[in-house]
């Protein structure tokens, strides 16, 4: 009986400790469970992630951060700062906590301990975006330009969605002569953000010439300046009647072209086009399609207007138009026509088509350029058929020269 109520004893203890410790694994898989939850839930709901993990130093420092950015408070005492000191209490790494109480000391005006805690913040990271935000600030207020770009790379490279903030101020500072330096040299190094930059300054600044500059000067210091942006820092520059500036732009990047004359006369130049090239029109019925050494068209029974276009900055002084069709099919009437007017809509004259359906037809026509038409649009027009097949037609060649 000895012998089994010692056996009986081991029992009763090992079952102890095996209760034991499923209770203790249960804790821990409770506290585990508790911090994946609030690891789920602290972007979308901060508070109540810090509510089930008081202890987790991210946590504590996102809550902070969000709380300051919600109500920015310069009082050490507020709730944000308790939070950002008990984050860094937690962890010493928690930059968003030191990024925080960064920013509240700027807001009271402590310059030099702002400068302590975002010092420290950029060395424990460099993905806060609001440590690098002051950084950009920072620098500017002290005039250290490649320092401030350096900063915008890095946010630039950390945050994509903040092209949204930071492309329009890098923009509008980049019609600096001394800005338009350093951001050549910040572009050319492989930045990630340098392609979708281009393209916003090509299209959304309101300083074109500017633009072109820049972009001239990126394109000689080995940056490949992708077309679509070429194409909108020449539309700009038209839009804006800069015709000198636009022209000077576009032979810098099309070299051998001439002003005095049409470009691309038998559709050979390679895509996207930019407004000074030939631009195909397909809309409303109408259709075309550059096919070299020609141009295909069609238009759809009552479709009318644009087939072809390409922008003129001729100078003043008188034009001929010469060219040749293949297989042009319209009905009597209806035949396209080449127009050439101002930018502002005053027409210049017209060149009418006439049928080529076996042999091929050539066409001339002259036009008078005055002085205050800088900017010049020549098109082809279709005008609307009444006939079921409608209208299709080919031209092999097209050429406007100046002829004194």
Not at 130 to 144: C, F, P, S
Not at 198 to 223: D, T
Not at 334 to 359: F, K
Request: charged share 20%; proline share 7%; aromatic share 8%.
């Amino acid at each position: 009986m000895r012998q089994h109520g010692l056996k009986l004893g081991r029992s009763a203890t090992e079952w102890t400790i095996r209760i034991s410790l499923v209770f203790l694994a249960m804790g821990i898989g409770f506290v585990s469970v508790t911090y994946s939850l609030a690891e789920v839930v602290k972007l979308d709901n901060p508070s109540y992630a810090h509510e089930i993990a008081p202890g987790n130093a991210r946590i504590s420092a996102l809550l902070a951060q969000k709380l300051f950015a919600a109500s920015p408070e310069a009082d050490p005492q507020s709730s944000p700062a308790g939070l950002a000191r008990l984050a860094i209490s937690q962890d010493p790494t928690a930059v968003q906590a030191v990024a925080t109480l960064g920013l509240q000391a700027q807001l009271a005006g402590n310059a030099p301990i702002a400068r302590r805690f975002f010092d420290y913040a950029q060395l424990l990271s460099r993905r806060d975006i609001y440590t690098q935000l002051w950084a950009i600030e920072d620098a500017v207020r002290r005039g250290d330009v490649p320092g401030a770009l350096r900063h915008y790379d890095i946010a630039l490279r950390t945050e994509s969605q903040m092209a949204d903030v930071l492309f329009p101020i890098l923009a509008v500072s980049s019609v600096q002569p001394v800005i338009q330096a350093a951001l050549v040299n910040t572009l050319v190094r492989n930045s990630p953000w340098a392609a979708d930059f281009v393209n916003y300054l090509a299209s959304q600044n309101p300083h074109p010439r500017e633009n072109a500059v820049l972009l001239l000067k990126l394109r000689r210091a080995g940056l490949a300046v992708p077309e679509s942006a070429r194409s909108g820092a020449i539309y700009a520059l038209i839009l804006k009647d800069h015709a000198d500036e636009a022209w000077s732009y576009y032979s810098a990047t099309q070299p051998g072209v001439d002003r005095r004359r049409s470009r691309d006369p038998r559709f050979r130049l390679a895509t996207p086009p930019t407004p000074l090239d030939w631009v195909a029109i397909n809309e409303g019925g109408i259709s075309s399609s550059l096919q070299a050494p020609g141009v295909d068209f069609a238009a759809s029974t009552s479709a009318g207007g644009p087939l072809l276009r390409q922008y003129e900055l001729l100078p003043p002084g008188e034009y001929r138009l010469t060219g040749r069709t293949a297989a042009l099919d319209a009905e009597e009437g209806a035949h396209p026509y080449w127009i050439l007017m101002c930018q502002s809509g005053r027409e210049l004259g017209r060149v009418e088509l006439n049928n080529s359906t076996q042999d091929a037809s050539t066409f001339v026509g002259t036009f008078s350029v005055p002085a205050d038409c800088p900017i010049q649009m020549l098109m082809l027009i279709a005008r609307p058929s009444n006939r079921i097949s409608g209208l299709s037609g080919r031209i092999d060649y097209v050429q406007l020269n100046s002829i004194r």
